[in-house]
């Protein structure tokens, strides 16, 4: 499949705590992307990390990109309710097309 | 700027009925895309259009017609409706077509059709 795979499927946490959401992919890429959706909405971009970075930072997000084992993680920290939402990660296909995962439903309760 | 707007935002259709499904965006992009959203599925491709004037079908195209009226506009047609088009409908645009331009959706057309 050229689409991620993540990792769990749902997750449940408190307000304060980390939260990790893993993707893992079969292709050779050039970048990985991360999206978040917030129930009945789009998805909105939250990260690119390119195939030759290790890590990337973003306010309270930190994004990790291992090609080697083909698998990226995102991590939240120190998670709010606001974050209650659903994240993909998405990688581009042979044809050039931006190809989604299943993705990853967070629930962080106060 | 208001982004990529959709419209309906939501519809209900019989079996057998058409209905466009119409997305703009005033981001001056490119590329423009048609998803579709199942539960336990994530986002499936319908069709794309990398430029104005040109479109191609994406994972599941069957049942499903586009027009790129313009730069800004990008809509999908279903000719005739049947329940297993029953999905959230997202529309997408990016830049263009290189990999590391991020893309930008819509907020989504709730389709049930009986």
């Known amino acids: 499949s050229q689409q991620g795979e993540e990792d769990p499927q749902a997750l449940s946490i408190q307000e304060g705590e980390n939260a990790t959401m893993n993707c893992s992919y079969k292709t050779s890429i050039n970048n990985l992307q991360w999206y978040r959706q917030n129930s009945g909405r789009g998805l909105v971009h939250l990260i690119l990390i390119r195939s030759n970075e290790r890590e990337k930072h973003s306010g309270r997000l930190r994004v990790t990109l291992d090609t080697s084992k083909k698998s990226s993680s995102l991590l939240i920290t120190a998670s709010r309710a606001a974050d209650t939402a659903s994240y993909f990660c998405a990688l581009y296909n042979q044809g050039g097309k931006l190809i989604f995962g299943q993705g990853t439903e967070l629930s962080v309760k106060p | 700027n208001a982004g990529v707007t959709q419209t309906p935002k939501f519809q209900v259709l019989k079996t057998g009925q058409s209905m466009t499904l119409q997305c703009a965006q005033d981001m001056n992009h490119n590329s423009m895309y048609w998803y579709r959203q199942d539960p336990g599925m994530g986002l499936r491709l319908i069709y794309y259009?990398?430029?104005?004037?040109?479109?191609d079908k994406g994972e599941v195209p069957n049942g499903y017609n586009v027009s790129r009226l313009n730069k800004r506009e990008f809509s999908l047609r279903l000719e005739s409706a049947a329940p297993s088009q029953t999905s959230v409908y997202f529309c997408?645009?990016?830049?263009?077509?290189?990999?590391?331009?991020?893309?930008?959706f819509g907020p989504g057309t709730r389709l049930t059709v009986l």
């Open positions: 259009s990398a430029s104005e004037g040109t479109t």
């Open positions: 997408a645009s990016r830049l263009g077509e290189s990999s590391y331009n991020e893309q930008f």
